[in-house]
């Protein structure tokens, strides 16, 4: 079974600041991983998501996220928060195997931008 | 090419009533997916569809259910509301997770509120 915890449900940094939102994943094959975002009121959206072929994924928005087996993790970056990043960001986690395996999502976190 | 749609965008029920949400994936994408966003819970898997047969459903009691038609397009419903059935129902699809490469990303639509008064 695969799970994904999302360190600090709720995230603030100066405008200009880095952003840093964390990810760890379980999963007992290899997994693909995905950040989505959520704006107020409206569905999810993808920023970007990790099959293998890299490990540092770039996504829209100038963000990113590196996948590093070893830690199990997958956090999400931006060298410098905009006003209109904050939002709520989801990370989530799908095997690679067959089988009808779905996706399981984090609890969220999210990011408040301080002018 | 147009996103994934669902209607309605909001509605209102009382404790007892029955709703209906229905969703449209995007062209050519044959699962769909059903999730309840309540205030601070997070998104809650409901159910799972590919090709008109249930795929997998979360830990939810039997009067949420919802079929899947021949064009691919969903319905959720819930019957006998109470008030916790508040929450924002999201429905997202992928193409086939099982065929060729596909990742089994999800592409959302916007939502649609449910209000149990």
């Known amino acids: 079974a695969q799970s994904v915890t999302q360190l600090g449900s709720h995230v603030s940094v100066s405008e200009g600041a880095l952003v840093l939102l964390r990810c760890n994943y379980s999963s007992s094959v290899p997994p693909y991983l995905f950040w989505y975002v959520q704006y107020p009121n409206q569905g999810l959206q993808l920023l970007l998501k990790?099959?293998?072929?890299?490990?540092l994924v770039k996504g829209i928005n100038g963000f990113e996220a590196e996948f590093k087996k070893s830690e199990t993790s997958f956090h999400l970056t931006k060298p410098s928060a905009h006003m209109s990043d904050a939002a709520e960001y989801f990370c989530?986690?799908?095997?690679?195997?067959?089988?009808?395996?779905?996706?399981?999502f984090g609890t969220g976190t999210k990011l408040q931008v301080i002018p | 090419e147009a996103g994934v749609t669902q209607s309605p965008t909001h509605l209102i029920k009382t404790r007892g009533q029955q709703a209906t949400l229905r969703c449209s994936p995007i062209s050519g994408h044959t699962s769909v997916y059903w999730y309840q966003q309540a205030l601070g819970l997070g998104l809650q898997f409901l159910l799972w569809?590919?090709?008109?047969?249930?795929?997998n459903r979360g830990n939810f009691p039997p009067r949420f259910s919802g079929r899947q038609f021949p064009n691919y397009s969903s319905e959720l419903n819930v019957n006998a509301l109470e008030l916790e059935d508040s929450a924002l129902y999201l429905c997202?699809?992928?193409?086939?997770?099982?065929?060729?490469?596909?990742?089994?990303?999800?592409?959302f639509g916007e939502g649609s509120r449910l209000t149990v008064l």
């Open positions: 989530a986690v799908r095997p690679f195997s067959g089988g009808y395996q779905k996706v399981t």
């Open positions: 569809y590919d090709e008109g047969e249930e795929r």
């Open positions: 997202a699809s992928s193409l086939n997770p099982e065929r060729g490469s596909n990742t089994g990303e999800l592409f």
């Open positions: 990790y099959t293998s072929a890299a490990t």
